[in-house]
């Protein structure tokens, strides 16, 4: 494994609406971001309240929880992430009110298959 150039950090983005999605990597776009991936998923809430019947009266408990979610994933360079994070927020209506989504960064210790031209 290569040791990456730069500090990275993954960037997750949970939105519930696929509008976001796109507004979100056209941004990603506008601020060099060159690469995220977008994965079809489902919240605890949708998962409970849907498939489990003895939870299904707790559905108003999770906010959004019936509807499906879209994770974004994208590796960026530090100096990306602040201003990435705040283009979602800003796109999703910030991400403080109840069942707008949610947004988080892990940093990245190691990586490979990046091209170098986006480390």
Same mark, same amino acid.
């Given at each position: 494994?290569?040791?990456? #150039? ?26 060099? %971001? &060159?690469? #995220?991936? +977008?994965? /079809?998923? &489902? ?13 299904? !009266?707790? &559905? @108003?408990?999770?906010?959004? !929880?019936?509807?499906? @979610?879209?994770?974004?994933?994208? %590796? ?5 992430? /602040? ?15 109840? !069942? @707008?989504?949610?947004?988080?960064? +892990?940093? +990245? ?5 990046? #091209?170098?031209?986006? &480390?």
């Amino acid at each position: 494994m290569s040791e990456a #150039a730069a500090p990275h950090e993954l960037l997750v983005c949970i939105v519930m609406d696929h509008h976001q999605v796109e507004e979100i990597l056209t941004g990603f776009l506008e601020l060099g %971001v &060159r690469g #995220a991936t +977008v994965v /079809d998923s &489902r919240g605890m809430g949708a998962i409970l309240s849907n498939e489990v019947p003895i939870f299904a !009266g707790f &559905r @108003t408990l999770f906010p959004g !929880g019936g509807a499906g @979610t879209y994770a974004i994933l994208s %590796v960026l360079a530090v100096e990306q992430v /602040d201003d990435a994070m705040a283009m979602a927020d800003e796109v999703c209506g910030g991400f403080s009110k109840p !069942g @707008t989504g949610f947004l988080f960064t +892990v940093p +990245v210790g190691r990586m490979k298959g990046l #091209a170098e031209e986006l &480390r």
